[in-house]
């Protein structure tokens, strides 16, 4: 092929003037011309952000859609999210779902006002009842009004914990549930075969939900708690996302008024001024928080991703200082407390889940109560139809990312809010026994073993070479690593990933599904027979984790 002064791909170079013609958005045609005016006058880093802008299009996942915010077919962008949602409205249809009920959602990113009213536009003048939630609120507000109004489907437009300058298009279907293979394949290729976005027909004719639905799910949420205890100080943060406001009023709802809202990032703010990265698991996000916790003397510390769909507990160590739990930490804590406090009269057979990926602990936990588990594929999506494929009894499910589920009835996805009223619920009951979070950790560690967990990557060349190192990987199953006897399950075609398992011992092997990196997540159990035993138990088992992550690197590395 050959290529413009200063490497500009003429393929790319056609396919820009064509976008460009069909665009409707006038900011972004200008956006792109400037980029191919810059392209064809020898601008080599031009013609490079040329090239990967029309690389696209921009795939559209189990999820929907998720990208940086820039013109061209390879980013979040106006004639993007028209061009999927006469897509969605397309497969709706063909589907038996016109005319329906369909929500639309938006957080406060850059682009997400402008998106979010070209998908209502969009839908209304394909025939739906759309009804536009009143302000940037958490996704699972979007969730919960899908579910509360029987809809058809749900758009939320979010980035979830994405970087700023991205955004993106959250599909949820009649069920209030995410998409599901082959639906998000079908929903793709309506989207190619949608006419371009200037052709697609959009309409005013569509109304605004009232805030009576807001304070719905926020009095249901209120709702949750099964403990009388109410004396508790929270600190909280909703690192610059949309889900402080409502957060707070689900906690004073529930009886907790003693909230502390991190000012500084207590208001939606889409450049994300305090954070690198607005996502509680990375280092730093929760320094502020933390400050805030230590000083008014809080019982417990909580973090909302932007949209709040996850949750990050913090608590004060042993040592005095403050620390964030890890999301198996969070999540066996909740899962403990909902078997623990459940109407089994409602719930005769109840069933909990996590992922493949996430600490096995949940496991036992389940048996002690005489309750069901399952392990699924990584993701809600998944999750939420555990067991039966249809989540049928399902009460809990976590997975390690800061994802919990309290109440499925109510929002059939992860919720960040519902989660911190309960995990409030039950730091609030110890507080009145005189114990905290990490006494109920030890406690279940004691009865369950202690499950440690750690991650090990390797970083490949590009996303083209995670198949083939797999493959090679699968050709050097080991029967032993670190030493101990393993045995292998591979869980193809269910899902690309390498189960290695031994006495205390599990690794999952799998590729990342965004970057090009082999991942390993490696558990380990250790016992001890008393809390008095725990110490050194953990001291045994980091030492055990610390000497494994060699042989599991060198065993991805090949």
């Not at 958005?25 to 011309?33: G, H, T, W």
């Not at 536009?121 to 996704?139: E, I, Q």
């Not at 707070?248 to 909230?259: E, I, S």
């Not at 032993?480 to 290695?500: C, H, I, Y």
Request: net charge negative; hydrophobic share 45%.
């Amino acid at each position: 092929m050959t290529r413009a002064a200063g490497g500009l791909d003429p393929a790319a170079r056609d396919a820009a003037f064509r976008w460009i013609a069909d665009d409707v958005d006038p900011a972004a045609r200008a956006e792109l011309q400037r980029v191919l005016a810059s392209a064809l006058a020898g601008d080599a880093a031009a013609a490079a952000d040329l090239a990967d802008r029309m690389a696209g299009p921009l795939r559209f996942g189990t999820a929907g859609l998720r990208g940086p915010l820039r013109a061209g077919p390879n980013g979040m962008n106006r004639a993007v999210v028209v061009r999927a949602t006469a897509g969605l409205a397309e497969w709706l249809r063909a589907h038996g779902r016109a005319g329906g009920v369909v929500v639309v959602g938006r957080d406060a990113r850059h682009g997400s006002e402008e998106f979010h009213a070209d998908v209502a536009g969009v839908l209304a003048a394909a025939g739906f009842d759309v009804r536009v939630l009143p302000r940037p609120l958490p996704t699972p507000v979007l969730a919960f009004a899908v579910r509360r109004l029987a809809a058809v489907a749900g758009v939320q437009v979010t980035a979830s914990h994405n970087p700023p300058g991205d955004n993106g298009y959250k599909v949820y279907l009649d069920a209030g549930g995410q998409i599901v293979p082959p639906v998000d394949a079908e929903i793709e290729a309506a989207i190619a075969a949608s006419p371009a976005s200037v052709a697609v027909p959009r309409s005013s004719d569509w109304s605004t939900v009232d805030d009576s639905l807001v304070e719905e799910y926020v009095t249901e949420v209120a709702a949750l708690p099964t403990g009388t205890a109410r004396d508790l100080r929270v600190a909280l943060t909703p690192l610059h996302g949309v889900g402080g406001e409502t957060a707070v009023l689900a906690l004073r709802g529930a009886g907790f008024t003693d909230v502390h809202v991190t000012a500084s990032q207590a208001s939606p703010d889409p450049d994300f001024p305090t954070v690198s990265f607005p996502n509680p698991e990375e280092p730093g996000a929760t320094d502020a928080l933390l400050a805030l916790a230590s000083e008014v003397d809080a019982d417990i510390a909580v973090a909302l991703d932007p949209d709040a769909d996850r949750c990050a507990l913090g608590v004060r160590d042993r040592d005095g200082a403050w620390r964030m739990l890890r999301g198996d930490e969070t999540g066996v804590l909740l899962g403990e407390r909902v078997l623990s406090t459940l109407d089994r009269s409602a719930h005769p057979d109840p069933l909990v889940a996590t992922t493949i990926v996430s600490s096995s602990m949940l496991r036992s936990v389940a048996e002690a109560h005489g309750a069901r588990y399952d392990e699924t594929l990584t993701g809600f999506k998944w999750l939420m139809r555990a067991g039966d494929g249809q989540g049928t009894g399902l009460v809990y499910a976590y997975e390690e990312a800061l994802g919990h589920c309290v109440a499925p009835d109510l929002v059939r996805d992860k919720d960040g809010i519902s989660a911190a009223v309960a995990a409030c619920d039950l730091a609030a009951e110890l507080k009145a026994a005189g114990r905290t979070l990490l006494d109920a950790l030890d406690e279940l560690a004691v009865r369950h073993g202690l499950h440690l967990t750690d991650q090990v990557s390797v970083r490949l060349g590009a996303m083209t070479d995670v198949q083939p190192a797999m493959a090679a990987l699968r050709e050097r199953v080991p029967d032993a690593v670190g030493g101990r006897p393993v045995t292998a399950e591979d869980l193809r075609p269910r899902d690309n990933t390498l189960a290695l398992r031994g006495d205390g011992l599990r690794i999952m092997i799998r590729p990342s599904g965004t970057e090009p990196k082999l991942k390993a997540y490696v558990e380990i159990v250790e016992r001890a027979g008393s809390t008095a035993e725990l110490a050194a138990a953990r001291e045994r088992g980091r030492a055990t984790l610390a000497a494994l992550r060699g042989d599991v690197e060198a065993l991805l590395l090949g």
